[in-house]
């Protein structure tokens, strides 16, 4: 008897767990597809604001948000002094600080120093392209206005417009949540190197192609034009120089053909060209790029929640979150992984201080070869290798994490840069002795401020302007964007730093 009312109850306790857990899973069924439901036909209202899409999207948007996380502002001039003097005369000798999150894409945008201080729409050094990478209004503004009228004009005349940082709109459609890219001239650059478009790819591949709307190296094309009113104008359309193939010397010999220049060279009156964020090109000679692995698997790994499996918004280093990242592929222990990682940055600094160290010095030797009398004849081989060693170098370290997506190519490019920079100084010791200066020494850029002063840079006059700016038009185009609806205030408190005394030149 006892016995039977031991199975009895037991039975019972049984039948109670079972339907409890059966209650936990219909729930949890119900929460997955209610999770799963597209918004509506008509899509999401404010689409280019990312909180709109946290009602139906909520684990997304709340690991996006955490991007918002990476708030240390790193100083790459300070870190790395010869940079001032190869970018002389560039806005990146002004300001340039480590990339952050995508919460904070925007606003560090509007802050460098390097977009300036512009006092009404039509002022400023930057044009309208700066803003393509940097916001969902960027596509919307295409859409709107068309891209010629979108890509014409300088910077500051969309301040008031491009007002959300890098979000959801970028990469998913507001209506479906598929993966889909808006900006034309990624598929006009595929087309370009003989691959295929976005719409023919498939999803592992558009995994890396919506990073790829950005993370890809670039020059803003001039491109006339006439407005519906007749009138002739001139558009810097982005373009991405894959016509003769994806890797760096195809893009090299495509900019050496068209005589294109994104700035002389302030010391050494070189015609350079300045790499973006080639972080796709590299990927794609690395081995995780030929196994098809694609970044979203690496920076946007997967999560399970219940029977909720969801695509990690906090976009970052994948070190960080290694057991949901690398160690799904790879053996071994996470500490040896790192240890690897880490050997790979150590052999990249170190090509890297003695590219960069040699690229410095011939600027400077050719700056004293035309003071000396030295002409454009005589140093056009070297300004040649100037122009292609620092391109290579630059494509060797503007994506940051090429050590880890191709360590190899990392290292070739690096090594080549240096052999170009140090056949430009051989040809100089010839040239400067001519003019009798051969035992000439180019000056120390061992601080970051002595490099801006090699390199011209005001950078107390041009933080000056930076803070009238902020007080002044900036704070308009805040006001007018909340206004309007474009903006909600409360999304992005806490994206500027400037008024902490955080950035790299507001230090209190």
Sequence with gaps: MIKFKLLLVGSLVAIGAMALLASSINEKEK?????????????????????????????????????KEGIELTDVLAKDTQLPVLWAGYGFAKDYNKPRGHFYALQDNINSLRTGAPTDAKSGPMPTACWTCKSPDVPRLIEEDGELEYFTGKWAKYGNQVVNSIGCAN???????QLQVRVPHLDRGLKAAGLKTFEESTHQEKR?????????????????????????KTAGVVTLPWANGTSVEGMEKYYDDIKFSDWTHKISKTPMIKAQHPGYELWRTGIHGQKGVSCADCHMPYVQEGSVKYSNH??????????????????????????????????????????????????????????LGASDAELADIRTNLRHGQFRWDMAVASHGSFFHAPEETLRLL???????????????????????????APDFDTKEKAQKLAGVNLEALAAEKMKFKQTLEQEWKKEAIAKGRLNASSYEGADTINDGKSSWNKK
């Design 415 to 441: 090594a080549s840069a240096n052999e170009q920079a140090q056949q430009a100084r051989i040809k100089l010791v010839k040239v400067l002795a001519k003019y009798g200066a051969m035992d000439y020494v």
């Design 314 to 371: 906090q976009v970052g280093n994948p070190l960080e979150q290694m057991d949901k990242s690398c160690m799904n592929c790879h053996r071994e222990s996470e500490a040896k992984l790192k240890d690897i990682v880490a050997q790979k940055l150590v052999r990249k600094e170190f090509l890297n201080k003695i590219a960069m160290d040699n690229l410095g010095k011939a600027h400077l030797e050719t700056g004293k070869a035309m003071e």
């Design 31 to 67: 929460e997955r597809v209610e999770l799963n439901k597209a918004p509506s036909n008509a899509g999401i209202v404010g689409k280019e604001k990312s909180e709109e899409w946290a009602k139906y999207y909520p684990r997304e948007y709340d690991s996006w948000k955490k991007t």
């Design 208 to 232: 890396s192609l919506v990073c790829a709307q950005c993370h890809v190296e670039y020059y803003f094309q001039k491109t006339p034009w006439k407005d519906a009113k007749g009138v002739d």
């Design 171 to 177: 990469c998913h459609d507001d209506k479906t949540a």
